[in-house]
């Protein structure tokens, strides 16, 4: 199956290599301007505006202040509790035999001969489920994604990321409660879940089973979107740009081969399955998040007298932003695009990986979940952003620059090429470790993402052992598009796709909320007293 899988993707990217290319070109700019017309024409139609705002993120600030005041902010009164879910304090209750009567409730789906076996279905334990779900939004958009946002709309930028880190995290709550809770368990005990199965199942159980069947669907299609784009041509993208400054290439085809080099190497490890990516991603996530902190840590303490600065121009900028941003905001949009893109709090990806889970209380993943974007925005871009504003305290580069790209010392750099400069200006060889903490992130996002995406190709086209090979495939090849690509085209194509998935997403987690309380209860119940 490797061999077939690695001979199949040499066969299509082959006849590419044999094309005499254009000497003025090369084949990342051949690429890139395949590719841009189709960023451009995804990102016109996901992004339209009401007043200026783009709908989207109106659905999700809506939605995340709506739940979080609906489950009585959840995200900070449970949390302790979601901690102790992680580390094993609660897991003695899904062993203990459960009282079916006191438990079954048929509209939220469970049936009085099977709930004392759900405990046995799933996958992996909690804490793989987050180190699994974290590694597909840990990655390139807290190192890039934060450069661009403050590249873009200043210091204020980091404020808005913060509160919609702080929103989103009642959202992840609802969605990957919903997860686990709508669950298919196939008959070897594989999971299939996420939003595709809590739109088709619960929508039915509300009497609307065309429309979940239909928006079952159209999430499919979108995070199978999102999973060549934010998931993965993203990263490339990132991964790329930090080995060419690494290694000093300036050749216009320097991209599409380290692409090349990327897609072989996660297409061997992609194959696994969810149980290699859990096994694979608790150990490298907790260790290269822990680094990248470390390092972060190392060098606000470094220049702690600058630090009470550096939270000042966050918080005035984010009301007062600077002129060449325009207004108070833009400033707030980018922001919190920044962030939905990092946490993916709204879009329902990070369920897929939540209803593998070894659990018979779907709300215990749920709390699990919502720890997501405060270890991913509220903490680790926020880092990333004192890093750089305290780096350009004197005055390196100019924010609001139109594309994202800044000037230092006489040099374009964009997205992760800004942070390693910032890094570059406190730590020795920090171009190297930040190289490699950018790979790492990209790959392990790549991983989990392609578990996402195949999800969602099996919904549609069935569970084959040829489905698998075809979306794989695909997927690899979109790892070398995004290596050879603009990084303004590849951003703007993986912000449409990630936000595309919010669409069909929300309705879903506004008419299944009811059934996340109901649930909630059941788990708060179980652990009562609990010592």
């Not at 297409?267 to 972060?296: D, F, H, N, S």
């Not at 790549?446 to 997927?475: C, E, H, N, P």
């Not at 598009?481 to 449409?496: H, L, T």
Request: charged share 15%.
């Amino acid at each position: 199956m490797k061999k077939s899988i690695l001979l199949t993707f040499l066969t299509l990217i082959l006849p590419i290599l044999a094309f005499a290319q254009d000497p003025e070109k090369g084949f990342d700019q051949m690429i890139d301007e395949a590719f841009q017309p189709i960023s451009n024409f995804f990102s016109s139609i996901i992004f339209f505006s009401i007043g200026g705002t783009p709908f989207v993120l109106i659905l999700l600030v809506f939605a995340a202040a709506f739940f979080t005041i609906m489950f009585g902010f959840i995200n900070i009164r449970r949390f302790g509790t979601a901690i102790n879910v992680v580390r094993g304090k609660y897991d003695h209750v899904d062993v203990h035999t459960v009282d079916a009567k006191a438990n079954v409730n048929m509209v939220d789906g469970d049936l009085v001969d099977t709930i004392a076996d759900e405990s046995r279905e799933g996958e992996v334990t909690h804490f793989q489920a987050l180190a699994t779900a974290v590694s597909g939004t840990v990655g390139n958009g807290n190192i890039a994604g934060v450069a661009l946002a403050i590249a873009l709309g200043g210091p204020g930028a980091t404020f808005w990321m913060i509160i919609c880190g702080l929103l989103g995290m009642s959202t992840k709550f609802v969605e990957c409660t919903l997860g686990v809770q709508y669950r298919d368990i196939g008959p070897d005990g594989t999971v299939y879940g996420g939003p595709m199965y809590y739109l088709s199942k619960g929508l039915k159980e509300r009497g609307f089973e065309s429309v979940g069947k239909v928006l079952a669907v159209l999430f499919a299609i979108f995070c199978i979107g999102g999973s060549f784009g934010g998931g993965n041509a993203a990263q490339s993208n990132q991964a790329t740009i930090v080995l060419k400054d690494l290694l000093g290439l300036q050749s216009t085809s320097a991209g599409f081969f380290i692409g090349v080099i990327l897609a072989i190497v996660v297409g061997i490890i992609i194959i696994g399955g969810i149980k290699r990516i859990a096994a694979v991603t608790e150990k490298v996530v907790p260790l290269m998040a822990v680094m990248y902190m470390v390092a972060c840590l190392y060098i606000i303490l470094s220049n702690f007298s600058y630090v009470d600065d550096a939270f000042a121009q966050i918080f005035s900028e984010a009301f007062t932003p600077r002129a060449s941003v325009g207004a108070m905001i833009g400033v707030l949009l980018i922001g919190f695009k920044r962030a939905a893109f990092s946490n993916e709090a709204g879009a329902g990806s990070a369920s897929i990986a939540h209803s593998a889970v070894k659990t018979k209380f779907s709300a215990s993943e749920g709390l699990v979940a919502l720890l997501e974007p405060f270890i991913d925005t509220v903490v680790i871009c926020t880092m990333t952003a004192l890093v750089i504003i305290i780096f350009n305290s004197g005055g390196a580069f100019e924010y609001g620059g139109a594309d994202g790209a800044v000037m230092i010392d006489g040099v374009a750099y964009e997205g992760a090429g800004i942070t390693s400069q910032a890094f570059a200006a406190y730590i020795p060889y920090s171009d190297i470790f930040l190289t490699i903490a950018v790979v790492l992130f990209a790959v392990s996002t790549m991983i989990s993402w392609s578990y996402y995406g195949l999800q969602s190709w099996k919904f549609l086209f069935g569970r084959g052992k040829t489905a698998d090979l075809v979306y794989k495939v695909i997927f690899c090849l979109f790892i070398v598009i995004g290596a050879a690509a603009n990084m303004r085209s590849i951003w703007d194509f993986s912000d449409a796709m990630i936000f595309a998935m919010v669409f069909p997403n929300m309705v879903g987690l506004f008419l299944l909320y009811p059934v996340v309380k109901k649930q909630l209860a059941r788990y708060l119940e179980a652990i009562k007293g609990t010592a």
